[in-house]
């Protein structure tokens, strides 16, 4: 079946714009991931959702990053007010189920690449 | 919270010799480790995994070892090929608490293989 989506691939913001980046699981996989990867770094974790339920919100770096899964699916991760060491590439993992502990393979999208300038 | 460290940074192999990227972590609780290459521009993918139950795991030319005691597992390429240059990272779950299954990846290994 399809993998993971995610849209706008490529999206170039001036400072202070606000962005929406949006991610399409694969259908029916309870938990969804957004990483942050930065040039030459690896993923780091932003937040976790299962179902439509937020459970880990930790790795937000700021109170201007926002993200919503409301119908349990699709979800967006929302940056406000962006900065330039907001540029980097965001990607999206999902996985089957949602149990806690879990050693569940994550299938990654293919990341949006957002430069603010 | 859980920290892995990758090394080497970069690494450079003839085509048909081996490759060795190594990793360690810091949490005792962790128990799932897989490994994702990553091509210019394109998504992670899983070339493998290993759970803490074994210390093995072998998949044609890509092996993973774990060592529980010392927290650290390696991923061992034979044969390389060109098509195997790419960018790898490792990553550990934590498995313990609230944790439901982020990903603590490493910094990364570019690995070039020549012809």
């Known amino acids: 079946g399809a993998g993971v989506s995610q849209s706008p691939r490529y999206k170039v913001a001036k400072r202070g714009q606000d962005v929406a980046l949006r991610c399409d699981p694969i259908s029916g996989h309870v938990s969804l991931f957004w990483y942050q990867q930065a040039l030459g770094q690896g993923p780091e974790f932003l937040t976790y959702?299962?179902?439509?339920?937020?459970?880990?919100k930790s790795g937000l770096p700021s109170d201007r990053f926002f993200a919503e899964r409301p119908e349990g699916s699709v979800s967006t991760l929302k940056i406000q007010r962006t900065q330039q060491e907001d540029s980097a590439v965001y990607l999206c993992?999902?996985?089957?189920?949602?149990?806690?502990?879990?050693?569940?393979?994550?299938?990654f999208g293919p990341g949006t690449r957002l430069l603010v300038l | 919270g859980e920290n892995v460290e990758q090394h080497p940074s970069t690494l450079s192999v003839q085509e048909g010799d081996s490759a060795v990227i190594k990793c360690t972590y810091s949490d005792s609780a962790s128990n799932y480790f897989p490994w994702y290459k990553q091509e210019l521009g394109k998504r992670p993918q899983l070339i493998i995994d290993?759970?803490?139950?074994?210390g093995e795991k072998k998949d044609q030319r890509i092996a993973v070892t774990l060592n529980k005691t010392a927290k650290h597992f390696s991923l061992h390429i034979t044969e390389t090929q060109p098509e195997d240059s790419a960018v790898y990272f490792c990553?550990?779950?934590?498995?313990?608490?609230?944790?439901?299954?982020?990903?603590?990846f490493g910094q990364g290994t570019i690995l070039t293989v020549h012809p």
């Open positions: 290993i759970r803490s139950n074994v």
């Open positions: 993992a999902s996985s089957q189920n949602g149990l806690a502990g879990t050693q569940e393979t994550q299938y």
């Open positions: 990553a550990a779950i934590n498995a313990g608490g609230t944790s439901y299954g982020k990903l603590t």
């Open positions: 959702f299962q179902n439509e339920a937020q459970l880990d």
